[in-house]
């Protein structure tokens, strides 16, 4: 009889770490979730909404695709978890026993311990069923506010305004993002937030959300004492690993479930993938929790490799994320903080236009290369992450910027403009 793999979790991380298993071995392979019958693109959410998408396009593979390779598909709640017996629980009593169980339980939203939270009308956005709830909830409203100043707060104020909903966003933070983003970064940000009728609230905390007798939010009152009257609440103050199945069955937990190189949790043949797995010892430069897309896709393909008998080292490269904030586009290749640390240097464009800027950040003694931002302009993320490898210089990072444009075909170039200014700032160079 074959070995059985069970993974917990049809997003990115556990699908992909099914895909890749069969594709090594002729392992049983069972993928459990209460979400979702099939894996679907959760960054889709937003074009569902508005109107860009269909529900059936975020699905990657044809549904004959998991009979056609063999992968099992439980549509249920993985209820208890015993280690030692080597099993799990689902809703409906079913037992499944394993050999080896991955755990790819991704994240869940963050809530706000505060009155009024548990009104009708208030909600997160993370799953399918918060996507149906959101239409519930905002069909027919005038009016909604966001509270958080985050990628998740922006995409649902976009997604409201594209129904002509009056949106205020509450941000308690001096800049929208400012806790990633530095400050120049941030603040073209809160412009372009402004350009699009978003009624952006810098400084601002909840004090409470406040309902109806019917149970229906009204308004909600910020800690300055003003009130805001609307009809929607969306809460979206982060997200946290799901970790609690883990720790229920004595796995050990920190923030999110702790593994080490190759992925392994603190109990023999159990894994964990994606946004619930906290790395014990990460790369100098990448955090212990990564929850973005490419890490869980990452994260399935390794600990495939090691389930099928090649034990493989997580080792993800340098840091990179993507976003997009209404119609301008966010790229950031390798180490680019919030602030500048100690030892660093750094070189600011920014296009008239005041929608496209460059941020780089280099090592001042050295003058090697570490980061970049790039808002309104694609770059090519092999050239930059092959000059975060070679170690490459400030200098010349600017000298071959054009190299890095990702379509020069079809976008304005602006790379004598950046070398002007970079010349400007260190004459010393020339």
């Known amino acids: 009889m074959s070995e059985h793999i069970v993974i917990i979790g049809n997003g990115i991380a556990g699908i992909t770490a099914a895909r890749h298993i069969r594709k090594h071995s002729d392992k049983t392979i069972t993928v459990i979730s209460s979400e979702s019958k099939y894996f679907y693109s959760r960054t889709a959410l937003m074009y569902i909404y508005m109107g860009h998408m269909k529900q059936e396009h975020t699905q990657p593979y044809e549904k004959g695709f998991w009979s056609k390779n063999k992968i099992d598909l439980e549509f249920e709640e993985v209820v208890g978890l015993n280690t030692t017996l080597k099993n799990v629980e689902l809703s409906s009593g079913k037992i499944l026993a394993y050999d080896q169980l991955i755990i790819a339980t991704g994240s869940i939203p963050n809530s706000l311990n505060i009155s009024g939270a548990d009104l009708k009308g ?36 976009e997604m409201l305004r594209s129904r002509n909903i009056e949106v205020t966003l509450l941000v308690r933070e001096n800049n929208f993002w400012d806790v990633v983003l530095p400050e120049k970064e941030a603040q073209l940000l809160n412009r372009h937030i402004l ?52 720790k229920q069955a004595g796995i050990e937990v920190r923030r999110g479930i702790l593994v080490n190189s190759k992925l392994q949790t603190s109990v023999t043949d159990v894994y964990a993938i994606g946004d619930c797995a906290e790395l014990q010892d990460p790369l100098s430069h990448r955090r212990p929790i990564e929850a973005v897309w490419y890490s869980g896709r990452m994260m399935g393909e390794t600990v495939a490799r090691t389930i099928c008998g090649k034990p493989t080292d997580y080792l993800p490269g340098y840091w990179f994320n993507s976003a997009k904030f209404f119609d301008i586009e966010y790229q950031t290749y390798g ?96």
């Open 122 to 157: 208030v909600q997160s956005l993370y799953s399918l069923q918060d996507l149906e709830l959101m239409e519930a909830n905002t069909k027919g409203i005038r009016r909604g506010v966001v509270i958080g100043g985050g990628l998740i707060g922006v995409e649902m104020a």
């Open 195 to 246: 350009e699009h009728q978003v009624d952006l609230r810098l400084n601002t905390e909840l004090s409470s959300i406040n309902g109806n007798e019917e149970g229906k939010v009204v308004s909600v009152t910020t800690t300055s004492g003003d009130e805001i009257e609307t009809d929607f609440v969306g809460i979206t103050v982060g997200v946290s690993p799901n970790s609690l199945l883990a």
């Open 335 to 430: 180490k680019v903080g919030n602030k500048l640390e100690e030892g660093e240097g750094e070189f600011y464009w920014e296009h008239d236009s005041g929608r496209k800027c460059l941020h780089f950040v280099y090592k001042k003694s050295t003058r090697q290369f570490i980061g970049v931002n790039a808002f309104g302009i694609r770059l090519r993320h092999e050239i930059f992450d092959k000059w975060l490898t070679d170690e490459c210089s400030i200098d010349e990072v600017i000298e071959r910027l054009s190299e890095a444009n990702f379509d020069p075909e079809f976008y304005t170039r602006f790379e004598k403009q950046i070398q002007q200014k970079f010349k400007e700032e260190n004459p010393q160079l020339i």
